[in-house]
């Protein structure tokens, strides 16, 4: 009997937990809290497998008690680098011929292990180290890079089942979808644990190796990441884990000749740089980097007069202030027209005020703590600002303590200045600024699209069917992730791919089959069973 061939199962969706009161998973959840923070973690660089403790430290801190310290992490350093380079290079040469049927048996595991006893683990640790809720916690640690890893495993059969549609009687076309010479350098953010996850493992999939360098404000999350993956399976020098500061990391890698690809998501100011840093080295390298990136936004919400006004305002306190409005996609600016504005105004400052800000542990909490000082200060710097300037007014919060935690009320500001500071100025924290707006709609629809260099995720609120489409013209190039009478937030794998261009990044998709072809490289095949064995040819006969 033949054998058969392979078929990756159809991926769908992780169910979301509720974590309800009585609910197996909140006790659950609880338990893991209490267990995980009562310990302080060490946590080495990892290369090749072998865990290495450099000796120069830092620590991991819970950002809504800052005393608390969660973990002390060893950062790599220009030796560690280098022999993470060499020891990629030796697992490159077997890893990225082995059978993709084995890689992608090990990142269903991978996915099994996350939605069974890894659950709760990452879980905790996203809610202690980077102060997210439990809710938002279980749709990023859990459920998004569940489905990261079962959707990319479809999306790769896919990938190679692209052939040539036609091969010629006698002739055999193929075409081979290789990795890439080298290793893809993997830089994270801290505020998804997903993407922390998805950055390293995407290239993985597809063959590549990778070397990781996590967020140091959220080591303590990626640390168990790791713990994850080499459960799974994974083989040693395929991911090598390499914490440290980014000044020290960033230049030392893409000095490697051997850098192949750059997987990133943060700022858009230290994406530029490292691009910069690829062309200066542009000769040396032996393959011409992939770069793909995802960075900041500036994202939006626009409503027309025919808006349904509790949608409306569920929207933007969701979009601006869910975990803190630290997401690329949090809404921070909105345009709402003056009709509107006075009956939304009231019920909107009244639905802020019963938002609950507080530590992680306690439930009722709708906010946390932002990640840490540097972001508090450049926030809180943003609050001022708006104090001190006529043409704006604080109608919500303003108050912000960072004696026991990073805490920075759900603030709005309302302005009469379309360009205002805080509206043009990605402040990744919870601040959200509304322009009420008295022109047509045409007209502000040129003022959304033209404000910000980002194009990242923007809403439209209608009920109107003209005004939309007239806004989904407009906006076209505005948003790379566009939603109509929903948040900007909250992309879902395998429904909506997520990413934006301008200064936003490349725009290549996270989530989606566009991410995974950048961490390829093709060979065509041609074979001829009938191939020639003269040269000329019949236009040179005789007439």
């Not at 998973?25 to 290369?47: D, G, N, Q, T, W």
């Not at 000769?283 to 006004?309: L, N």
């Not at 997520?498 to 490289?521: C, M």
């Amino acid at each position: 009997m033949a054998d058969k061939i392979a078929v990756v199962p159809k991926a769908v969706n992780e169910t979301i937990l509720n974590y309800a009161p009585g609910s197996p998973e909140r006790a659950e959840l609880k338990k893991m809290l209490e267990m995980i923070k009562s310990e302080v973690v060490e946590i080495p660089v990892i290369i090749g497998g072998k865990e290495i403790f450099t000796g120069n430290t830092d620590t991991n801190v819970m950002p809504h008690n800052h005393k608390h310290v969660l973990a002390e992490y060893h950062m790599a350093g220009p030796d560690e680098i280098a022999l993470a380079i060499e020891t990629s290079q030796v697992a490159w040469k077997t890893w990225s011929v082995m059978p993709w049927e084995s890689r992608v048996a090990i990142f269903k595991r991978m996915a099994v292990l996350l939605a069974g006893p890894y659950r709760h683990i990452l879980n905790a640790a996203t809610m202690l180290g980077q102060s997210k809720n439990a809710f938002q916690a279980e749709i990023d640690a859990a459920c998004e890079l569940i489905d990261f890893f079962n959707f990319n495993a479809a999306y790769l059969q896919e990938i190679y089942a692209q052939q040539p549609p036609y091969s010629p009687t006698g002739t055999w076309n193929q075409v081979e979808h290789r990795p890439l010479e080298g290793f893809v350098f993997a830089v994270t953010p801290f505020n998804f644990t997903s993407i922390a996850g998805n950055l390293p493992t995407a290239p993985a999939l597809m063959g590549n190796v990778a070397l990781w360098k996590p967020a140091s404000s959220c080591v303590y999350s990626a640390y168990f990441l790791m713990k994850l993956f080499e459960e799974a399976g994974l083989p040693d020098g395929v991911i090598n884990f390499i914490p440290g500061k980014g000044s020290v990391v960033g230049p030392t890698v893409m000095q490697s000749e051997h850098l192949a690809g750059i997987h990133f998501t943060g700022s858009t100011a230290v994406f530029q740089s490292m691009w910069k840093t690829v062309g200066d080295n542009i000769s040396k390298y032996k393959t011409y980097p992939r770069i793909v990136g995802e960075t900041g936004g500036k994202d939006f919400i626009v409503a027309h007069e025919s808006t349904q006004m509790d949608v409306l305002r569920t929207a933007i306190i969701r979009g601006a202030f869910e975990y803190q409005g630290q997401k690329c996609s949090a809404a921070s600016r909105a345009y709402i027209p003056k009709s509107l504005w006075n009956n939304l105004k009231d019920s909107y400052v009244a639905e802020i005020a019963r938002i609950k800000m507080g530590d992680v542990e306690d439930f009722e909490n709708f906010m946390n703590a932002v990640i840490d000082k540097s972001a508090f200060s450049d926030i809180t710097a943003y609050i001022d600002y708006a104090k001190t300037h006529d043409d704006a007014e604080i109608i919500t919060g303003g108050n912000y303590d960072d004696s026991v935690g990073y805490f920075i009320e759900p603030t709005t500001i309302v302005t009469t200045d379309p360009h205002f500071k805080t509206m043009e100025e990605e402040i990744f924290g919870p601040v959200m600024t509304i322009y009420v707006y008295d022109e047509s709609w045409d007209e502000v629809l040129d003022l959304v699209d033209g404000t910000s260099p980002y194009a990242l995720t923007g809403a439209i609120f209608s009920n109107d069917r003209e005004a939309t489409e007239l806004a989904i013209k407009k906006l076209r190039h505005s948003a790379g992730n566009f939603y109509i009478n929903d948040k900007p937030s909250g992309a879902v794998v395998g429904q909506q791919p997520f990413g934006g261009s301008r200064a936003s990044g490349t725009n290549d998709k996270a989530g989606s089959i566009f991410n995974l072809i950048r961490w390829i490289s093709q060979r065509t095949i041609k074979e001829n069973f009938m191939p020639p064995t003269e040269f000329p040819y019949p236009f040179m006969d005789k007439g």
